[in-house]
């Protein structure tokens, strides 16, 4: 029989807050503001529209993924400092790379490869 989990300490629901807190008010930012100008920076007025709903739905569809693949496999997972938190630390390190690429990027698929990226 599998040994009861010991129920979540006030510590680490705060911690985890902690960590949830700031990448919420980064999407709000990057999605309602600076996601906007950075495709018309790089595709012109004209065509902000259309390049915004193929780098939203291409965001979308990472989001979808990385439920769908990396749920199962962290359930699965047997690091000796827990199962969630390698995954965490090695998606919070690619995020931080894909953010620098995204702020530089000078054309569209490298924008839009960035922000899969970030959404993964």
């Known amino acids: 029989a599998d040994a009861a989990k010991p129920a979540p300490t006030v510590a680490s629901l705060l911690a985890l807050s902690l960590f949830w807190f700031p990448i919420n008010m980064f999407w709000t930012v990057v999605l309602t503001n600076f996601l906007p100008v950075r495709v018309e920076n790089i595709v012109g007025d004209a065509q902000k529209g259309t390049y915004l ?68």
């Open 53 to 120: 709903f193929y780098i939203s739905m291409l965001g979308a569809i990472a989001t979808t993924l990385v439920q769908i693949v990396v749920g199962p496999l962290s359930d699965r997972s047997a690091a000796r400092w827990g199962r969630r938190r390698p995954w965490i630390l090695w998606a919070t390190l690619g995020s931080a790379v894909c953010n620098i690429v995204f702020v530089l990027a000078g054309n569209f698929p490298l924008l839009l490869v960035s922000f899969f990226g970030i959404q993964l």
